[in-house]
Each structure stands twice: as C-alpha cells, then as structure tokens.
C-alpha cells in the first residue's frame, strides 16, 4: 500500500467540485511537456467515464511525440483556436490546473485563468505555489504530476475508472518527468503505481519507443550537430553548457520538441555534475539544466534565469541576447561550484 498525502480535507471539497460540475477544463504550463500533456489527457479520460464532459487546453504546441497518446487528437490548442478556448473557460464550471504553480506559467492563457469565475483545483509539484484555487494539492516532493494526479484518483476512489488509456496518459507523464526513471525517482511507492499501470494493460516497452527513441532525421542530426559542435564541457568545474541560435536551428528545420533530452546528454560525461541548454526563441532564450546528485539546478535558474523546477531538473528564460545568456552561464561556474560541488 502507498503512503497518503493528499489532506483528506482536501479530497472532500475536490469530490465535491467535481460531483456538482457538469462541464470541466484542464490547463497546464505553456509549452507543455510529457507530464503536463499526460496529466491533462488523463483527468479527461477518467472523469469522462464519470459521465463529465471535459476537454484538455493547452496554452501552445506541444513535442510531436506525445501526439500518439490517447485522446490527444482531442486537446485543444488556445494558439490554434483562441477564441474556442476562451468559449471553454467562459462555460466551464471547474477548471482543474496541472503541472504548474502560478497562472504566468500558463502564457497565453493566463489573463483568460485569471478572469475565469469556474472553481478551481491545482494539481501540482513545482515549490511555492501561488495561485487562487478553491482546492491546492501541491506536493513538490513527488516526482511528477501524474503521479500525484494517480494518489488523486485512487483518494477519490476512482482507481476502477482508470482504464488502459488514462493509465497510459499517467505512465507517459511519469516516465517523461523521471527520463524513464533515471533522476527524481527514489520514492518505492513510484514502482508500486507502475505496478499499477501496467496491470491496467499500459504498455511501457511502446511508450518508451514513442517518447524517447522515435525521432525525425533532421532532428537526428540536430542533436548529433549540438554535441560535436557545440557543447562546452568545463572539466574543472564539473559542468557542460551546448548553445544553439535561430540560424542553427532553422539549418535543421528545428520543430518544438526536437531537443527534448539533450540537455541531459552532457551528464553521462564523467565528472559532469550539471548541464545546460540554451536555445535562442523569437523574444527570449529558453533556459534548460539537469544535474546529478544534490546540485540543486533549480536554485541556479531561480536566482539568475527567472525560472525553477526541481533539484536536478529545472528550467527558466533569459531576456537579452543568447550570447548574454551564455556569458551570465560561464561567469558562475565558479561561484556554483564553491556553493554546491562537494
């Protein structure tokens, strides 16, 4: 049996919420990644077995990959259809927030949250959350939203109505967060639920396939051109840094999500303790860090990139030049490795 962690006040107003709704929205972090996407498709699968009508919207397109899971054909995208989006919000009477801890995170779509009169119930493990929810269930220790979206539903007692897609919908989101269960994965209990998950006929072997080692030839050689032309490995100061511009990106038809994982390649180098990416966006450089062991990469992106996330996978954004960003980088390798490397 898993330990408990949801309050049961907590579960007693969020049963409620969502007896009494009849129509419900999921909104996640903008550029959504694994997590985010599994999380939101599986809150639809299971509460519309409930006999709810629900929809997932994210704020923006997600990696291609994570097209293939069920029910994903469905989502949908406020880039794409703003104004069905916002129609949405507008007659929805609960709004169930995953994988984020403040409305910001949600981009596009944070003014049409705010403005959002629907009850509303988060559901999330990054620090400090601050946001305006009717139910707060943030447990930064866990290792993922799915995750924790799973205890939720089994507090609901709503275990028997995760079916084979929802427990797919979970697995991706968990594997997605953990690099398939290579980092924030210590907890025993994670293993009890995949347990779990495979019992209700998710097929892990196909997902890892699908979410980790399917990708494009021009995506191929993009991430082939980043570590042999441009990562910088700083031996002395156990960290590794890869840069890639516009020009470079476009050179190999770069689509979003096509650097997914790269950012961890530096870390099988040994004596790599943390790694970052930084790749230049239209307005802003996307800051990405992995780290192994206790270097807390979140403490770095809160401090100097705007930004957070968990001990050893965090992110954030840079507003000035990507050279600037590279720059402010090299400058702390030594002040990090005073601070943090043992």
Do not use: W
């Not at 409930?50 to 929809?55: I, P, Q």
């Not at 493990?125 to 924790?148: C, G, Q, R």
């Not at 031996?235 to 950012?263: P, Q, W």
């Amino acid at each position: 049996m898993i330990s408990r962690k949801i309050s049961e006040e907590s579960i007693k107003k969020a049963k409620e919420l969502i007896d009494k709704a009849e129509r419900i929205v999921t909104v996640c972090h903008s550029a959504p990644d694994g997590d985010a996407v599994g999380s939101s498709l599986a809150v639809v699968h299971v509460l519309g077995a409930l006999g709810k009508e629900c929809r997932a919207i994210v704020p923006d397109a997600y990696n291609a990959n994570l097209a293939k899971l069920p029910g994903a054909k469905e989502i949908v995208d406020a880039t794409r259809y703003p104004d069905f989006a916002r129609r949405l919000f507008d007659e929805a009477d609960l709004v169930i927030c995953l994988d984020f801890n403040e409305p910001r995170r949600t981009g596009r779509l944070e003014e049409t949250l705010r403005q959002c009169k629907a009850s509303k119930i988060l559901i999330d493990h990054h620090l400090h959350p601050d946001i305006d929810a009717d139910v707060l269930i943030s447990h930064p220790d866990m290792a993922a939203t799915a995750y924790l979206l799973f205890r939720f539903f089994c507090r609901l007692e709503l275990f028997n109505f995760i079916d084979k897609p929802a427990a797919e919908c979970i697995l991706a989101g968990m594997m997605t967060d953990t690099g398939n269960f290579s980092y924030n994965c210590a907890d025993p209990d994670i293993y009890i639920v995949v347990a779990e998950l495979l019992r209700k006929g998710a097929d892990k072997e196909r997902l890892y396939r699908q979410l980790f080692n399917t990708m494009s030839e021009s995506c191929m050689r993009l991430n082939s051109y980043a570590i042999l032309e441009k990562m910088e490995v700083f031996a002395d100061d156990g960290a590794a840094l890869i840069v890639l511009n516009r020009e470079e990106l476009n050179r190999f038809h770069y689509e979003k999500g096509d650097t997914e994982g790269l950012v961890n390649r530096p870390l099988a180098i040994p004596g790599v303790v943390y790694s970052a990416f930084l790749r230049e966006e239209t307005d802003m450089v996307k800051v990405s860090m992995r780290s192994v062991g206790d270097f807390p990469v979140n403490m770095v992106c809160k401090d100097h990139f705007g930004g957070g996330g968990h001990l050893n996978a965090a992110g954030g954004e840079f507003y000035g030049t990507l050279d600037e960003a590279a720059t402010l980088f090299r400058s702390l390798l030594k002040e990090n490795k005073e601070k943090y490397i043992k």
